[in-house]
């Protein structure tokens, strides 16, 4: 059974930082191309950042480039994304995404980040 869970949302004032962590099981991780999503309230879900297989990362998301980073640890399954100098807007549900193909694509529940003062 596949599963991702990611951990470390919460409440952060502005300016703060909070790393995200994607814990998975039941996929062979080293293989999968990894992403973080985000979905705000009243709109569409956003891709933020990209980590493949080699290892090669892609801020996708013109607001966050410059304050977020992606990683990835194949040794604990694990993704992550840090985030910093956060802003009030970058508020969402942040969801891990696990993807080889397209018959082989999982994620998680999701991780509410609250940026507020």
């Known amino acids: 059974q596949v599963q991702l869970v990611e951990s470390g949302g919460g409440l952060v004032q502005p300016g703060g930082s909070l790393r995200l962590s994607c814990a998975t099981s039941g996929i062979t991780f080293s293989t999968y191309s990894m992403r973080w999503y985000r979905q705000a309230p009243g709109k569409e879900r956003e891709l933020v950042a990209t980590i493949d297989n080699t290892d090669r990362s892609t801020v996708n998301a013109d607001s966050v480039k410059g304050r977020f980073t992606i990683s990835r640890d194949n040794f604990k399954r694990m993704a992550f994304l840090q985030m910093n100098s956060l802003k009030p807007e970058d508020t969402a549900v942040y969801y891990c995404?696990?993807?080889?193909?397209?018959?082989?694509?999982?994620w998680g529940q999701g991780t509410q980040v609250t940026v507020s003062s």
């Open positions: 995404n696990a993807r080889r193909s397209i018959n082989a694509d999982f």
